[in-house]
């Protein structure tokens, strides 16, 4: 019997999570127009630091990732990193939840999902189209695929925008729904020290005011052979500054920041991500087209934000194309 094949747009959290609970009974293939896996679950590297520059920790709300999580404590992929809320006077247990972080970095989290998919990156998608039957999954470089059905984790406004290109008409409710959906952008300031930066245990500031939204020492936090500091500003900062130089935005967060030490020169890189995080959710786990061959949007935008609502949104979502091709698997 012939197995379906699935094309994966977006190796993020949801997309390698759909991609295991898939691989049983369909043929799997996960594009990516990055150069590595991971999504937002991002780390750099910068002279001898080691920087978490996109999700700065995991939670658990729910048993079934509450499970995942421990699977990769146990298997050395993440370590727990603090429990209960950072709030101006340090560590509270306000709302009792432990934050993980990754053992190595965030993104090692997401190489370690990875093992065993066929993952494809630097893969650009250009345009999503069908014939009524099947989809056809164009690349910038020329190449496409043909799959009985896709399953698109990208922030939504780009998966609209490649469904657009293929000339696909989403339906009136489907239209409606992916349109009500919002996202945060934010500006990820990136730089490493001479120095101790002046935070205290664990290594992490959540600031109530000012242009920073969180602040993090990754020497601290128990990645970076050096000190090196992550600031994430807030998202009216992020609006106001998003086409200002990388300099304007370098000064306005060192200010606010008043870390112990200098920045190392050369070493500030800034990372503009422009659907950081959703600020209206679809309320459901994920969104099956309608009128179209099989094709399901999820990721963190669907039913609960973060890396455990985007994980909750990938297993969803593969459980729907399972349902579809259950008579074939």
Same mark, same amino acid.
């Given at each position: 019997?012939?197995?379906?094949?699935?094309?994966?747009?977006?190796?993020?959290?949801?997309?390698?999570?759909?991609?295991?609970?898939?691989?049983?009974?369909?043929?799997?293939?996960?594009?990516?127009?990055?150069?590595?896996?991971?999504?937002?679950?991002?780390?750099?590297?910068?002279?001898?630091?080691?920087?978490?520059?996109?999700?700065?920790?995991?939670?658990?709300?729910?048993?079934?990732?509450?499970?995942?999580?421990?699977?990769?404590?146990?298997?050395?992929?993440?370590?727990?990193?603090?429990?209960?809320?950072?709030?101006?006077?340090?560590?509270?247990?306000?709302?009792?939840?432990?934050?993980?972080?990754?053992?190595?970095?965030?993104?090692?989290?997401?190489?370690?999902? +990875?093992?065993?998919?066929?993952? #494809?990156?630097? %893969?650009? /998608?250009?345009?999503? =189209?069908?014939?009524?039957?099947? !989809?056809?999954?164009?690349?910038?470089?020329?190449?496409?695929?043909?799959?009985?059905?896709?399953?698109?984790?990208?922030?939504?406004?780009?998966?609209?925008?490649?469904?657009?290109?293929?000339?696909?008409?989403?339906?009136?409710?489907?239209?409606?729904?992916?349109?009500?959906?919002?996202?945060?952008?934010?500006?990820?300031?990136?730089?490493?020290?001479?120095?101790?930066?002046?935070?205290?245990?664990?290594?992490?500031?959540?600031?109530?005011?000012?242009?920073?939204?969180?602040?993090?020492?990754?020497?601290?936090?128990?990645?970076?052979?050096?000190?090196?500091?992550?600031?994430?500003?807030?998202?009216?900062?992020?609006?106001?500054?998003?086409?200002?130089?990388?300099?304007?935005?370098?000064? +306005?967060?060192?200010?606010?920041? #008043?870390?112990? %030490?200098? /920045?190392?020169?050369? =070493?500030?890189?800034?990372?503009? !991500?422009?659907?950081?995080?959703?600020?209206?959710?679809?309320?459901?786990?994920?969104?099956?087209?309608?009128?179209?061959?099989?094709?399901?949007?999820?990721?963190?935008?669907?039913?609960?934000?973060?890396?455990?609502?985007?994980?909750?949104?990938?297993?969803?979502?593969?459980?729907?194309?399972?349902?579809?091709?259950?008579?074939?698997?």
């Amino acid at each position: 019997m012939v197995r379906p094949r699935v094309v994966i747009v977006g190796a993020g959290m949801a997309g390698l999570t759909a991609a295991h609970r898939l691989q049983e009974h369909c043929d799997v293939i996960v594009l990516d127009k990055g150069r590595g896996v991971g999504g937002r679950l991002a780390t750099r590297r910068i002279g001898d630091a080691t920087i978490d520059h996109g999700a700065q920790f995991i939670t658990t709300h729910t048993a079934e990732f509450a499970e995942a999580v421990e699977g990769w404590v146990n298997d050395g992929v993440a370590d727990p990193w603090f429990r209960g809320r950072i709030g101006p006077e340090g560590v509270s247990d306000s709302d009792g939840h432990t934050r993980f972080r990754g053992a190595v970095s965030m993104n090692a989290i997401a190489k370690n999902l +990875a093992v065993g998919l066929d993952v #494809r990156t630097a %893969s650009q /998608v250009s345009a999503l =189209s069908h014939d009524g039957e099947t !989809w056809k999954v164009a690349l910038v470089d020329g190449s496409e695929l043909v799959a009985e059905a896709v399953l698109s984790t990208a922030p939504v406004p780009q998966t609209m925008t490649l469904l657009e290109n293929g000339g696909v008409e989403l339906a009136a409710k489907d239209k409606v729904a992916l349109h009500a959906i919002e996202y945060d952008p934010c500006l990820a300031f990136m730089a490493v020290l001479d120095g101790p930066s002046g935070l205290s245990e664990p290594g992490a500031v959540d600031p109530i005011e000012g242009p920073i939204d969180w602040m993090a020492d990754n020497f601290l936090k128990g990645i970076s052979a050096v000190p090196a500091v992550t600031i994430h500003a807030t998202p009216e900062f992020s609006r106001a500054q998003w086409d200002a130089s990388d300099d304007v935005i370098t000064e +306005a967060l060192l200010d606010a920041a #008043r870390l112990e %030490s200098a /920045v190392i020169p050369g =070493s500030v890189q800034i990372q503009r !991500w422009r659907y950081a995080r959703p600020s209206v959710e679809h309320p459901a786990r994920f969104l099956q087209l309608s009128d179209v061959p099989t094709f399901v949007c999820a990721g963190d935008a669907f039913g609960g934000a973060k890396v455990e609502g985007a994980a909750l949104s990938g297993a969803a979502a593969a459980e729907a194309i399972e349902r579809v091709f259950g008579g074939e698997a």
